[in-house]
């Protein structure tokens, strides 16, 4: 029992962080925008958090730094493709490069940083005293855990209740008709990928600083936005499947870990803990589900079936029947 309460509880942590990610490129999808470059954005916001952390002393501060890092980098995106009509997929792995490759020169030499502050913890009385769900869900859990958990029905109302949410979801469906409404599908879509940006960037703070605190090279993000983008599909382009799917994930990822160092399992033999290769392949699952997933969603038919937004990976051109 211990063990499963250990790796559900950490992998509400390693959820916090896919959760953010993949909450921003549910928003720049649903407004019709493709943007494969979460992982760079996630890198340069881990990294940004990280310095500016360790060189202010405050670790909320950094964060900041990180949500603006992601941000500015998802603009360059927005411009690319909204005003110039790029292709969205090319720009999208040329910002994951981009960023992959600053977060790299930026981040020399944060590896030997000492003492840097995190996020604080705490535990919710009363709740974190449930037999089993209190100690997963509510026992010295970081603040960005908590954020978390309240994010997910913000989100789910904004989309489906909300004004913004209609909009949201016109621009991404048929922009044409919402041009013709008087609705700025230009302006929106650039803040809905600018959005997506900042949830990146705060997903990499949110290891940097809370879930993997006190260290920073190129595999701090482990992926994780490329599972963020493959759970965007996974979940349907729906809110609450997302934040499943980014508990399940980051679960899973700690459970391939957790479960090599147990030599019995129910008084049986655990191969993994012996047979290295078993180990690889357990460490494998997580990204060979996400490629998977990526697959089966790069199929147009298959992508219309799941739910996706009619006009994702196209441009708007006004005049045009706003598709081309």
């Known amino acids: ?37 979460v ?18 002393g405050d670790p909320w501060l950094g964060l900041l730094v990180g949500m603006l890092a992601g941000g500015f980098l998802s603009l360059l995106h927005a411009f690319v493709v909204i005003s110039l009509r ?7 792995l040329a910002l994951t490069f981009l960023g992959t490759g600053l977060s790299l020169v930026l981040g020399e030499g944060l590896a030997s940083a000492r003492n840097v502050p995190t996020i604080p913890t705490f535990s919710i009385p009363l709740l974190s005293q449930i037999p089993f769900v209190g100690p997963i869900l509510f026992d010295n859990k970081s603040v960005l855990v908590y954020v978390g958990f ?6 789910w109302f904004y989309v489906y209740r909300m004004r913004g949410g209609l909009h949201l979801r016109a621009i991404g469906e048929y922009p044409a008709a919402a041009d013709s409404l008087g609705i700025d599908v230009y302006a929106l879509r650039y803040f809905y990928v600018l959005l997506g940006g900042i949830l990146a960037g705060l997903a990499g703070g949110a290891i940097t600083l809370s879930i993997t605190p006190g260290w ?30 980014s508990y399940l994930f980051g679960s899973l990822r700690r459970f391939t870990l957790d479960v090599q ?29 996400t490629i998977i997933v990526l697959i089966i969603g790069s199929r147009a038919a298959i992508r219309k079936r799941l739910g996706a937004p009619a006009a994702l990976g196209l441009p708007y051109v006004r005049g045009e029947q706003g598709l081309v």
């Open 86 to 92: 790029a292709d969205q997929v090319v720009s999208g």
């Open 216 to 245: 920073f090279s190129e595999f701090t993000t482990s992926g994780y936005g490329w599972i963020a983008i493959g759970l965007v599909i996974f979940a349907q382009w729906d809110p609450v499947r997302a934040a499943i799917g």
């Open 1 to 37: 029992m211990n063990f499963w309460t250990n790796v559900l509880s950490a992998g509400i942590g390693n959820g916090t962080a896919l959760l953010f990610a993949t909450m921003g490129e549910l928003f720049a999808e649903r407004a019709g925008v493709l943007n494969l470059g």
């Open 150 to 155: 309240a994010l997910i029905p913000v989100v």
């Open 261 to 289: 160092g147990v030599q019995d399992v129910f008084g049986i033999a655990n191969p993994f803990f012996y047979d290295r290769n078993l180990q690889f392949f357990l460490e494998m699952l997580p990204y060979a589900l």
């Open 39 to 56: 992982e760079g954005m996630m890198l340069m916001g881990a990294v940004a958090a990280y310095g500016a952390a360790a060189a202010t």
